[in-house]
């Protein structure tokens, strides 16, 4: 949900993908660094603040359990003025980068508010360790709702020792930390007076089928054709996967770092297709947002890119189309060859040490969504042109080989998430809900205001998170008027203090 402290970075090369050559994309998150670096057309004069560590409560519910652990954060008092905003990002579900206190579009509004600004890190990812392992029993300690009562304890101390209690606090937060922005101006209205909620998903669920859905109603927009070539691919990746000649073609043709053989165990080939399924719905959810990327060969990686070779039906076929998408994508993310093996996909998911690639969050994340969200993105629609390869249980089967998760409890947390939380029924004011229509998690946000004191915007042609970058000439002129409107109604919940 995958989020600015919580945006996905496009095409990155991680060393996760490079050392196992599994798919970059799950769940709608990147493995690796889960989040993105801003490219903007001005420099700063002043660098990242270095970061600093607060003693946090392990467990905010238990007042039994007096332990503490050190929670990563960053400030940026530059712009402050007195009487001004406090601003504080929400740490997302991967490390955070202290780049977000020089570039982004908060950044150009604390300078105008004259704000303090705070990055907190989400307990378990990057730096922020609270326990000595990643084992199921430290990962208790792991859910949306410790992570809001780390924000309200580190927000009082942090007003209270810079004498800043009388000041507003404002959150930010894009995919899973803007609905952690949401759900904070719900659930501690006393210590936050406003909040920005960026491409949040608000409703949790098991089976997220119109993810798919929504992938094909952008492709639509650039080419019906498009999509009939994808289900064409598609259909033909399914009957190739049936027959043991034409599957020992499909090493080569797709890149694959083992043949495709009768060896192959069912969720080998459900893992094959749901990972070249998500080659589509990456490059949609990242749509021509403002991100930077890490080599020359992927900045130009749009729908349109992948509809262009989908529809040149000079030579290949759809089938081989498909692949070359594939092949696009490895190269763009320094990958030699596509492992789809089951095993080899859960295995850095099953690492329980604190180590570079585990600190990225893939293991966290998978968690969450077993215990809390779902947000499985499946193949179950009829409306959608990948192949009904990568059901429900594929996924909910991660749960189990992971963790010895049962359905029931994925279940009963999802009922439990929604009924706390209230899913698109929260009672709320003093909330921006943005959302970009290209973006597959706006299906699962919040898309019409919930009064004249909770506007939604939804942005048309936008993708995930694209209201949250930096400003550049070429942003398209929705996602433009989205940012006054934001800004809009910051000045009119917080004030102008930059001119006081």
């Not at 780049?99 to 508010?113: H, N, P, S």
């Not at 850095?348 to 293991?363: I, K, Y």
Request: with cysteine; proline share 5%; charged share 20%.
């Amino acid at each position: 949900m995958h989020s600015p402290p919580v945006l996905a970075f496009l095409l990155i090369a991680s060393s996760w993908n490079a050392a196992y050559g599994s798919s970059h994309f799950f769940q709608g998150k990147y493995r690796g660094s889960l989040k993105g670096l801003p490219a903007s057309n001005h420099s700063t004069s002043y660098g990242a603040p270095g970061e600093q560590y607060f003693p946090q409560k392990l467990d905010h519910f238990n007042e039994a359990n007096v332990t503490t652990w050190p929670q990563r954060f960053w400030v940026q008092d530059k712009f402050h003025k007195p009487k001004g905003p406090v601003f504080v990002m929400i740490g997302g579900e991967g490390p955070e980068n202290p780049i977000w206190l020089t570039q982004g579009q908060w950044i150009g509004w604390a300078e105008k508010f004259g704000a303090i600004c705070f990055i907190l890190e989400h307990r378990f990812y990057g730096k922020s360790h609270p326990t000595p392992d990643l084992s199921v029993e430290s990962l208790q300690f792991l859910s949306s709702e410790q992570a809001l009562a780390d924000l309200a304890n580190f927000i009082t101390n942090q007003t209270a020792a810079r004498n800043l209690k009388d000041s507003k606090v404002v959150t930010f937060g894009g995919s899973y930390p803007g609905s952690l922005s949401a759900w904070f101006r719900s659930k501690y209205p006393h210590i936050v007076h406003a909040a920005i909620s960026s491409s949040a998903p608000m409703v949790a669920v098991e089976d997220f089928a119109d993810y798919a859905v929504v992938v094909k109603n952008s492709l639509n927009r650039s080419s019906p054709q498009c999509v009939q070539n994808v289900q064409a691919a598609n259909d033909a990746l399914q009957a190739a996967l049936k027959n043991p000649d034409s599957a020992k073609k499909l090493q080569d043709l797709f890149q694959l770092c083992t043949p495709v053989s009768n060896e192959n165990s069912k969720k080998d080939l459900e893992n094959l297709v749901e990972s070249l399924a998500g080659n589509f719905m990456e490059v949609v959810q990242y749509n021509r947002d403002n991100r930077a990327f890490e080599g020359a060969q992927a900045t130009n990686i749009t729908i349109d890119t992948l509809c262009d070779i989908m529809t040149d039906d000079s030579t290949d076929t759809a089938l081989q189309r498909y692949a070359r998408v594939n092949s696009l994508l490895l190269s763009a993310t320094s990958q030699e060859c596509l492992n789809f093996t089951y095993e080899s996909f859960l295995e850095p998911l099953a690492n329980t040490e604190w180590t570079d690639e585990t600190s990225a969050g893939g293991r966290q994340w998978t968690y969450q969504t077993c215990t809390e969200f779902g947000f499985f993105q499946t193949s179950d629609s009829n409306n959608q042109p990948f192949a009904p390869m990568f059901p429900l249980k594929f996924f909910v089967d991660q749960c189990r080989d992971l963790f010895g998760l049962s359905e029931e409890v994925l279940k009963n947390g999802i009922t439990e998430t929604n009924t706390y939380y209230g899913g698109r029924d929260l009672k709320v004011d003093h909330i921006v809900f943005v959302n970009g229509d290209i973006d597959p998690w706006h299906a699962l946000g919040i898309t019409k205001r919930h009064g004249h004191n909770a506007p939604a915007v939804l942005i048309k042609g936008a993708a995930h998170c694209s209201d949250m970058y930096p400003s550049r000439d070429e942003d398209i002129p929705e996602v433009k008027l989205a940012r006054v409107i934001i800004e809009f109604f910051l000045r009119k919940w917080i004030g102008w203090f930059a001119e006081a």
